[in-house]
Nanobody, 125 residues
Framework: QAHVAESGGGSVQAGGSLRLSCAASGDTYSCMGWFRQAPGKEREAVASIYSSGRAAYYADSVKGRFDISRDNAQNTVYLQMNRLKPEDTAMYYC????????????????????WGQGTQVTVSS
């Protein structure tokens, strides 16, 4: 059974850094990604990465500040978040797409079938 779990959220001041981790098990995953949802806003894609380790997608709002990476040996994906801004405050969700499906790795949440419970990131000004 597929299982995805995030860790690493927390509170930080603007300009600081956080690193999120996501461990996936129970399947092979062709694509893993990060999404976020702020209060009163729709969920949005942040970044995604192929099983090869090549980044597939970054939201414009995080380009140059966030970096997604993957350790296939550990079936883990990371999101290094630098120069954080108050507008980055949100619940961050890890998502994974089964390797049994056709390869898709963009910022479309419907393409991901396994989701974690989320980890809160709060950036204060």
């Amino acid at each position: 059974q597929a299982h995805v779990a995030e860790s690493g959220g927390g509170s930080v001041q603007a300009g600081g850094s956080l690193r999120l981790s996501c461990a996936a098990s129970g399947d092979t995953y062709s694509c893993m990604g990060w999404f976020r949802q702020a209060p009163g806003k729709e969920r949005e894609a942040v970044a995604s990465i192929y099983s090869s380790g090549r980044a597939a997608y970054y939201a414009d709002s995080v380009k140059g500040r966030f970096d997604i990476s993957r350790d296939n040996a550990q079936n883990t994906v990371y999101l290094q978040m630098n120069r954080l801004k108050p507008e980055d405050t949100a619940m961050y969700y890890c998502a994974a797409r089964s390797g049994r499906l056709s390869p898709r790795c963009g910022g479309v949440d419907a393409d991901f079938g396994s989701w974690g419970q989320g980890t809160q990131v709060t950036v204060s000004s």
